[in-house]
Each structure stands twice: as structure tokens, then as C-alpha cells.
């Protein structure tokens, strides 16, 4: 047994998963984990904070490192969410870059190419190319190399997160290059989030889900009150903040109509996600500008 055991030395690192906004990564992730544990909407930017996706096996702990899609930023938020990203790369033992293969490679792809390159320490890159399912086999080979040509160091696997094609192939791939070490959670452990924190990213992506487009970054979500009720699941009240007076109305919606809808797919992956009811109370207050506040920034936890 412990001839075994020291042939297949367990191994445990962390995994940055970068990406420019809307490729897939939170997708990938809890595909990747069995379990959902990241906001994902069809629009981008929808992960503003790094959060752990942390998955246990019988011979290696993957800590998945979420990050914000690098792209332009347009505010304070923006550069704080860049910088985040680069702040993951300097510290991760293996960095999984998820692009869209469906498309070639954009300007923005290119900058996330850049902030590879300015890592001051050898980081092995694994190019997840996701979608592969989307585009047929010329144009997945084409965008393929051009993507390669990009990061030639990097071992490039097509995958499609959401039909979950290669991802055993990719999960492997990961192992196979993270260092040997004894795992730095429990078992049971999936993510460094406590759950108020997941309540509030699956309540913004409701609303990412439901709103026009010129609301939903303007967006920001404040857990008020979380409280267990035994038996009974839990309560949960939440603020729902807004940049502009002429934003509160539609999220509220006529009649009080869109919030209910938001509280509504909130609730149902909140209970999803925690096993248990949960009653949800939100309203909606305006705070202007406040990607551009950085006391706000920081009373949000950016």
C-alpha cells in the first residue's frame, strides 16, 4: 500500500481560470465540480470576484481559481476586476485559459495573451478551447490554430462546457501538472464562499438574466439579513442596487412585476444550491455611479 502511494504521490494546486468575460469559465467550473456554485448568464461579466471552486478526489485536490473576464475596462470596477485576475495569475500553480473557439481570437483575448506574458515566473497554461460544439470542422480548426499561434506554450484541448465534451480529458490534463502536496481543504469543502455570498452572485444573475441590456452592470446586490430558521430553511432580505433613478422602475417593474420574477428564479437556485426553502425578500435602492466610487467599491467587498 505504501509502495502505491508513493509511486502516485497525491497531489493539490491551484488552478487560475481566466478568460475574457462570457467564454464559459463559470460554466466550466461547475460542470467540472458537479455543482453549481458560480453565477452564469448569458451576459458578460458576470463573475466580478475570484471564488474557489474546490474539487476532491481520491487522488488530487483542484482548487479552481474564478476569475473576472479580463477585457476594457470602462470604470473603477473594471480596473479593480482587471487587476484582480492578473493579482491570480502571479499566484496560482497552473493557469487554465478557457477562450471561445466558435470565434476567432479578439482584441481582448489578445490582452489576456499580454497579461500571460508579463507573469514574472514559469506557470504552465493549459487552452481550454470552449464551444467546440458551435462552430463546424473547418472553422473549429482554423480559430483552433489561431488561438494556438497565440500561446504556442500551452496544451490545447476543445471542450464544450455545457454538453460536457473533454472535460475528462481536461480534468487529467490539469492533474497531470499540478504539483505533488497534501490537499489545503476538507473534503466536503467546494468553495471558499459562504453561502450569503453565493445568495447574492445567483440573485444578480437573475437579474442578468431578466433585464434590458443597460441595466444589469449597473447592478449590485447587498445580503442584509441571512438567517436560519431551523427547519423552516432560511430568510434572506436583499437590496438590489442601482446606478440610476431611471433604472429603479425597471427592475421593480410595473406593478412590482420584474422584482417578483427575479426573487423567484433567485429563490429556486438558492434552495437548489443550500437544499433547503428559503424565503427571499428584495427591494431596490439607487446608489449613482458607484463603479466609479471606491468607498462604495469597498463597502460592496471589491
Do not use: C
Not at 473549429?140 to 499561434?149: M, N, V
Not at 490545447?156 to 480534468?171: E, G, R, V, W
Not at 437548489?272 to 424565503?279: E, I, L, T
Amino acid at each position: 500500500m505504501e509502495e502505491n502511494q508513493s509511486e502516485t504521490p497525491f497531489k493539490s494546486g491551484f488552478v487560475a481560470v481566466m478568460g475574457r468575460p462570457n467564454v464559459g469559465k463559470s460554466t466550466l467550473i461547475n460542470a467540472l465540480l458537479h455543482q453549481k456554485i458560480a453565477a452564469v448568464s448569458p451576459r458578460p461579466q458576470t463573475t466580478r470576484k475570484r471564488q474557489m471552486g474546490i474539487l476532491t478526489l481520491a487522488d488530487a485536490q483542484v482548487i479552481f481559481v474564478d476569475t473576472p473576464g479580463v477585457h476594457q475596462p470602462l470604470h473603477k470596477l473594471g480596473e479593480n476586476m482587471n487587476q484582480e485576475a492578473a493579482d491570480t495569475l502571479q499566484e496560482s500553480d497552473l493557469i487554465l485559459l478557457v477562450v471561445d473557439v466558435s470565434q476567432p481570437p479578439t482584441s481582448e483575448d489578445r490582452m489576456l495573451m499580454d497579461l500571460l506574458l508579463s507573469i514574472s515566473r514559469a506557470v504552465p497554461v493549459i487552452l481550454a478551447l470552449n464551444k467546440m460544439d458551435l462552430p463546424d470542422g473547418q472553422t473549429l480548426q482554423d480559430h483552433r490554430q489561431a488561438f494556438s499561434e497565440l500561446v504556442p506554450q500551452a496544451e490545447a484541448i476543445p471542450i464544450s462546457a455545457t454538453s460536457q465534451i473533454n472535460l475528462d480529458q481536461l480534468l487529467a490534463s490539469i492533474i497531470d501538472r499540478l504539483p505533488p502536496g497534501p490537499p489545503f481543504f476538507p473534503e466536503n469543502q467546494v468553495t471558499d464562499l459562504y453561502e450569503r455570498d453565493i445568495a447574492a452572485d445567483l440573485i444578480r444573475e437573475a437579474a442578468l438574466h431578466l433585464l434590458r441590456e443597460e441595466v444589469p452592470h449597473g447592478i449590485a446586490i447587498r445580503i442584509d439579513q441571512y438567517l436560519e430558521r431551523n427547519s423552516h430553511g432560511a430568510y434572506i432580505e436583499a437590496t438590489i442596487f442601482v446606478e440610476r433613478e431611471s433604472h429603479k422602475p425597471i427592475v421593480i417593474g410595473q406593478g412590482g412585476s420584474m422584482l417578483k420574477k427575479i426573487g423567484m428564479m433567485a429563490r429556486q437556485e438558492i434552495e437548489s444550491m443550500s437544499g433547503r426553502k428559503v424565503y427571499l425578500r428584495l427591494r431596490v435602492k439607487v446608489r449613482k455611479n458607484w463603479r466609479d466610487d471606491e468607498r462604495v467599491l469597498r463597502w460592496f467587498g471589491f
